[in-house]
């Protein structure tokens, strides 16, 4: 049980921003909310993580609810480059089935 | 930093061989993670170490599965005997104390079993 939710797929144009959001509705007080992309296939690489507040970082933004029942991850600019599969895992490194996301120009 | 080393890149096997995958976590990590990736189910977590110590082996998929860390800089996923359901891809992972689920993934072995 991945306690997560996730579109399985979504589109993005190239520069735009891409806001994937993730339901969490389980979440324990002390569960921090972890993302991270697999491109192609290569091994997942870590983006951000956060507990409560909003976080930022030089790869992209976590925005997470105040009931931190869901969180969304934008990607300020999109490039083709962020085409990947998206996890947003909070329980016990267990990844679901993610949100492919593609980037098109 | 060299990241999280897996050797080999590729394994091409056939059923009832032994296969040995390895992995070199990054120095300074304190945990390591073995992972398993097929289309039909995803990442798997298989079994996870905190100190060379196995702390949770609930997703090794049976007995012929096993895995060592005999010290903080290596560790082995052994599969004996091999069959075809175990082609996959396999991922080591580490992390640091304090950020458990920070995990810094490696390249991952491509493993078939014909």
């Known amino acids: 049980d991945a306690k997560t939710t996730q579109p399985p797929s979504m589109d993005c144009a190239e520069g735009r921003a891409a806001n994937l959001p993730c339901n969490h509705s389980?979440?324990?007080?002390?569960?921090?909310v972890y993302w991270y992309r697999q491109i192609h296939s290569q091994g997942p690489q870590y983006i951000i993580h956060?507990?409560?507040n909003n976080e930022t970082n030089e790869m992209a933004s976590l925005i997470i609810t105040e009931d931190r029942k869901s969180s969304t991850l934008i990607l300020p600019h999109a490039t083709l480059r962020d085409t990947a599969v998206y996890y947003c895992?909070?329980?016990?490194?267990?990844f679901g089935t993610g949100t492919r996301l593609q980037v098109f120009p | 930093d060299a990241g999280v080393i897996q050797s080999p890149r590729h394994e091409v096997t056939e059923m009832g061989q032994e296969v040995t995958l390895r992995c070199k976590p990054i120095?300074?990590?304190?945990?390591l993670f073995w992972y398993r990736q097929t289309m039909m189910r995803g990442l798997e977590l298989l079994i996870y170490?905190?100190?060379?110590?196995?702390?949770?082996d609930s997703g090794m998929p049976e007995d012929r599965f096993s895995a060592k860390m005999p010290n903080a800089s290596f560790s082995t996923l052994k599969i004996q005997p091999s069959e075809p359901r175990d082609s996959a891809v396999y991922f080591c992972?580490?992390?640091?104390?304090?950020?458990?689920?920070?995990?810094?993934f490696g390249s991952g072995t491509q493993l078939s079993v014909l």
């Open positions: 992972a580490s992390s640091p104390t304090g950020v458990v689920e920070k995990l810094f």
């Open positions: 389980t979440i324990s007080g002390n569960e921090y």
């Open positions: 956060g507990l409560k």
């Open positions: 895992i909070v329980y016990k490194l267990i």
């Open positions: 120095s300074g990590h304190d945990y």
């Open positions: 170490f905190n100190n060379n110590v196995p702390i949770d």
